[in-house]
């Protein structure tokens, strides 16, 4: 559970705890802020954000906690809920000049979140970018793949972000052929889920389809290797339980008997 009156700070891409704990609006005030504001109406309700420079020096008592371990330590709600504010932490960052004639913007004056071009009245919303990722089964087995950026050699199921003018099913087909190789069948996806991800600000939109040709081959680019996993071939490096793709995994095992932590 996350108090009403909770901080999310950041510094770089981590968050900031005070003796352990997420601080409050008030122990927020102690810190070097480059940026604050509130969640609004957004829930939630109460809660702030903000953020230091990367080479900000620390009061003593501060930490940075990484925000990815954040939500495997403190749940689903509270992650939520960081996610939220890194969101509009981002967003106001990403959003200081007007794209169309460079003139600094400021927040928009009327009840919306919104920032505003003072000089040509262009306004810039939140950005949230849409992504697929989905679960192709063939003949009871999950097509896993270790992703070239990821370090650790974790297995995962397979996503990408939408292309302009791409329906969900659409890049679901693309991303597939292209990472490694193989076709789905098109009229088996399945929407199933979704959930915000904020790395950096995504819409991830889970699906679930079936293989329909091809043999794998990773594309040695995006994807390391891919292989068809039985449900007790799955390995043990896999998301954990906050990502959509922890959830795709293990619903997969759950529809096979087999529970996964």
Same mark, same amino acid.
């Given at each position: &559970?996350?108090? $009403?009156?909770?901080?999310?700070?950041?510094? =770089?891409? +981590?968050?900031l705890?005070?003796?352990?704990?997420?601080?409050?609006?008030?122990?927020?005030?102690?810190?070097?802020?480059?940026?604050?504001? !509130?969640?609004? +109406?957004?829930?939630?309700?109460?809660? +702030?954000? =903000?953020?230091?420079?990367?080479?900000?020096?620390?009061?003593?008592?501060?930490? @940075?906690?990484?925000?990815?371990?954040?939500?495997e330590?403190?749940?689903m709600?509270?992650?939520? @809920?960081?996610?939220?504010?890194?969101?509009l932490?981002?967003?106001? @960052?990403?959003?200081?000049?007007? =794209? *169309?004639?460079?003139? #600094? &913007?400021?927040? +928009?004056?009327?009840? %919306?979140?919104? &920032? #505003?071009?003072?000089?040509?009245?262009h306004?810039?919303?939140?950005?949230?970018?849409?992504? &697929?990722?989905?679960?192709? $089964?063939?003949?009871?087995?999950?097509?896993?793949?270790?992703?070239?950026m990821?370090?650790?050699?974790?297995?995962?199921v397979?996503?990408?972000?939408?292309?302009?003018?791409? !329906?969900?099913?659409?890049?679901?087909?693309? $991303?597939?052929?292209?990472?490694?190789?193989? %076709?789905?069948?098109?009229?088996?996806? %399945?929407?199933?889920?979704?959930?915000?991800?904020?790395?950096?600000?995504?819409l991830?939109?889970?699906? *679930?389809?079936?293989w329909k040709?091809?043999?794998?081959?990773?594309?040695?680019?995006?994807? %390391?290797?891919?292989?068809?996993? @039985?449900?007790? $071939?799955?390995?043990?490096?896999?998301?954990?339980?906050?990502?959509?793709?922890?959830?795709?995994?293990?619903?997969?095992?759950?529809?096979h008997?087999?529970?996964?932590?």
């Amino acid at each position: &559970m996350v108090k $009403e009156n909770a901080a999310f700070i950041f510094q =770089g891409g +981590s968050l900031l705890f005070f003796r352990g704990e997420l601080p409050d609006a008030q122990q927020a005030a102690a810190l070097p802020l480059a940026d604050f504001g !509130s969640f609004g +109406s957004l829930e939630p309700r109460g809660c +702030s954000w =903000g953020r230091v420079a990367r080479d900000a020096v620390l009061p003593e008592g501060w930490e @940075a906690v990484d925000r990815r371990a954040f939500g495997e330590r403190f749940g689903m709600d509270a992650f939520k @809920a960081m996610s939220t504010a890194w969101g509009l932490m981002d967003w106001k @960052a990403q959003a200081q000049y007007c =794209g *169309r004639c460079g003139t #600094k &913007m400021v927040q +928009s004056p009327a009840d %919306e979140r919104a &920032m #505003k071009c003072p000089k040509c009245g262009h306004m810039l919303f939140p950005v949230i970018c849409p992504a &697929m990722i989905v679960a192709v $089964e063939r003949d009871g087995k999950l097509l896993l793949a270790v992703n070239k950026m990821n370090k650790t050699g974790r297995y995962s199921v397979l996503a990408g972000f939408l292309e302009v003018g791409e !329906s969900i099913e659409d890049a679901i087909v693309r $991303e597939v052929r292209e990472e490694v190789g193989i %076709e789905v069948d098109r009229d088996s996806i %399945e929407y199933l889920y979704s959930q915000y991800w904020p790395f950096p600000r995504s819409l991830m939109l889970a699906a *679930r389809a079936r293989w329909k040709s091809g043999e794998l081959h990773a594309d040695g680019v995006e994807i %390391e290797k891919a292989g068809w996993f @039985a449900p007790d $071939e799955v390995p043990q490096n896999i998301p954990g339980t906050i990502t959509v793709a922890g959830w795709l995994i293990r619903d997969f095992l759950k529809r096979h008997g087999v529970t996964r932590d």
